[in-house]
């Protein structure tokens, strides 16, 4: 079962700023990876749910983190559907991240109290979450949605919704900036914070010194 509850991981993922998103068949590298993230200074994480047996390489991924780095939220993306929601949390997710808004996904996450991000693209699609329950939206894909511009219009009529944009969110200043001003609540990060040449040659401490260039880019913001 989850180890941090629902108004936890909340917290966490504001705190960060930024969730970084990564997938790997390989459970040791997935679990190295979690350990640099940990050492930069990232309280949450997002592994994909991306490839064939993806969640044998989770449950490995989640034990570890619950021994191993004991303030860390490691939830699940690009799931779709309740099924596969529901076998996540059986497997120790701390939230549900979703490109789809699918209400039957929040009934099972509902049920359980762990927090639930789904993917969204219009107003409707974020007030319709909000009415079922959702305390973070996740704008997906972030940049064709319409970029930080999108996110400073929907804060005008709806100043309490929170926004996760996934999806052209770089790891550099201008960039990052951009996003932060216009009042997100945090922003998910993948292939970007994981080179592939980075991930080939094992250099862990890479990703961690990059996790404190970009947090400390975040800090300007708290």
């Keep these: 079962m989850s180890k941090h509850t629902r108004i936890a991981v909340a917290l966490k993922m504001k705190e960060s700023g930024i969730i970084p998103v990564f997938y790997h068949q390989n459970a040791e590298i997935c679990k190295n990876v979690l350990k640099a993230c940990y050492d930069a200074g990232f309280r949450a994480f997002e592994f994909t749910n991306r490839g064939d047996f ?9 034990l570890f983190a619950k021994s191993e780095l004991p303030e860390l939220a490691v939830g ?17 997710a701390d939230f549900i991240v979703s490109p789809i808004l699918n209400a039957e996904m929040a009934k099972v996450c509902n049920r359980r109290k762990i927090l639930w991000s789904p993917g ?13 329950g959702a305390e973070i939206v996740k704008i997906f894909p972030g940049a064709q949605v319409g970029g930080p511009d999108f996110v400073a219009a ?8 929170n926004i996760m944009p996934t999806g052209g969110v770089e790891p550099d200043r201008e960039n990052l900036v951009k996003w932060f001003k216009a009042g997100v609540y945090c922003v998910g990060m ?3 914070l994981f080179p592939k040449e980075i991930i080939e040659k094992g250099d862990y401490d ?11 880019i975040r800090a300007e913001f708290l």
Excluded: D, N
Excluded at 54 to 62: C, D, K, P, T, W
């Design 54 to 62: 993806a969640h044998e390489v989770f449950r490995e991924i989640s």
């Design 76 to 92: 699940v993306g690009s799931i779709l559907e309740p099924a596969t929601t529901a076998l996540y949390i059986q497997l120790g």
């Design 120 to 132: 969204c693209g219009s107003l409707t699609e974020i007030s319709y979450a909000e009415e079922l």
């Design 154 to 161: 929907v804060k005008g009529p709806m100043p309490w919704t």
């Design 190 to 192: 993948g292939s970007k």
């Design 206 to 216: 890479w990703i961690t010194a990059k996790g404190k260039e970009i947090l400390a």
